[in-house]
């Protein structure tokens, strides 16, 4: 009698093992289901519409944005200004040339008194002489607040640049690189890698205040 009821329960056992686990396939597939659906088809699901619908949907919307301002922000990275320059710029490393004779001149100007604007764009500029650079100038007024940091390059005809060299910055508002190199007659133009803090006006026409110091190359 005993071997029959142990075999009743242990029958009982396995079905009852059976019918949880049966329970618990449909149980994952109904979550799996649930969880695919959006907040729209599983209102509806549960017999939302019309007007109701809208308000629920409407209240869901606004507890995520809620839950969303809530969470903490990570701080915005600051733009380093050299990224996009260095993508742009195809340096040529020039040495450094010792400074010749003769009187330093400021032999290249785009500049005046007029108020100024930020986003110049580069500074066109042309010589008929070979001239040993020893200063660079891009002006950054910037409403006030000038400039933390930047380079600046010669770009030439062909495309290539000078530089870029690391500027230095002067009273808050002069970004200053000082090449120290022999420069060939020709077309070049200022590049300066922070363009949206360079000083412009319509006097410029648009082209960012800049100035080069340097002297002629004679008896060549």
């Given at each position: 009698?005993?071997?029959?009821?142990?075999?009743?329960?242990?029958?009982?056992?396995?079905i009852?093992?059976?019918?949880?686990?049966?329970?618990?396939?449909?149980?994952?597939?109904?979550?799996?289901?649930?969880?695919?659906?959006?907040?729209?088809?599983?209102?509806?699901?549960?017999?939302l519409?019309?007007?109701?619908?809208q308000?629920?949907?409407?209240?869901?919307?606004?507890?995520?944005?809620?839950?969303?301002a809530?969470?903490?922000?990570?701080?915005?990275?600051?733009?380093?200004?050299?990224?996009?320059?260095?993508?742009v710029?195809?340096?040529?490393?020039?040495?450094?040339?010792?400074?010749?004779?003769?009187d330093?001149?400021?032999?290249m100007?785009?500049?005046?008194?007029?108020?100024?604007?930020n986003?110049?764009?580069?500074t066109?500029?042309?010589?008929?002489?070979?001239?040993?650079?020893?200063?660079?100038?891009?002006?950054?007024?910037?409403?006030?607040?000038?400039?933390?940091?930047?380079?600046i390059?010669?770009?030439?005809?062909?495309?290539n640049?000078?530089?870029?060299?690391?500027?230095e910055?002067?009273n808050?508002?002069?970004?200053?690189?000082?090449?120290?190199?022999?420069?060939?007659?020709?077309?070049?133009?200022?590049?300066?890698?922070?363009?949206?803090?360079?000083?412009?006006?319509?006097e410029?026409?648009g082209?960012g205040s800049?100035w080069?110091?340097g002297?002629?190359?004679?008896?060549?």
């Open positions: 009698m005993s071997k029959v009821i142990s075999a009743n329960k242990n029958e009982s056992l396995r009852q093992t059976f019918l949880m686990s049966v329970s618990l396939v449909f149980l994952m597939l109904f979550t799996f289901t649930a969880c695919g659906k959006t907040d729209e088809e599983r209102l509806i699901d549960d017999g519409k019309g007007k109701e619908l308000d629920e949907l409407k209240k869901i919307s606004d507890e995520k944005a809620k839950l969303a809530s969470k903490p922000q990570p701080a915005p990275k600051k733009a380093d200004v050299f990224d996009t320059f260095y993508k710029v195809s340096p040529l490393y020039v040495d450094e040339v010792a400074e010749p004779a003769g330093i001149e400021r032999f100007f785009v500049g005046n008194d007029f108020e100024m604007f986003g110049g764009t580069s066109p500029f042309s010589t008929s002489k070979d001239y040993w650079i020893q200063e660079v100038w891009t002006y950054h007024w910037n409403g006030g607040k000038g400039i933390q940091e930047g380079q390059a010669i770009k030439m005809a062909d495309g640049y000078y530089g870029p060299w690391q500027g910055v002067r808050g508002v002069y970004l200053v690189a000082t090449p120290k190199i022999i420069l060939p007659a020709g077309n070049y133009e200022v590049i300066d890698s922070d363009p949206a803090t360079w000083s412009q006006n319509k410029t026409n082209q800049a080069i110091n002297k002629a190359i004679i008896n060549q």
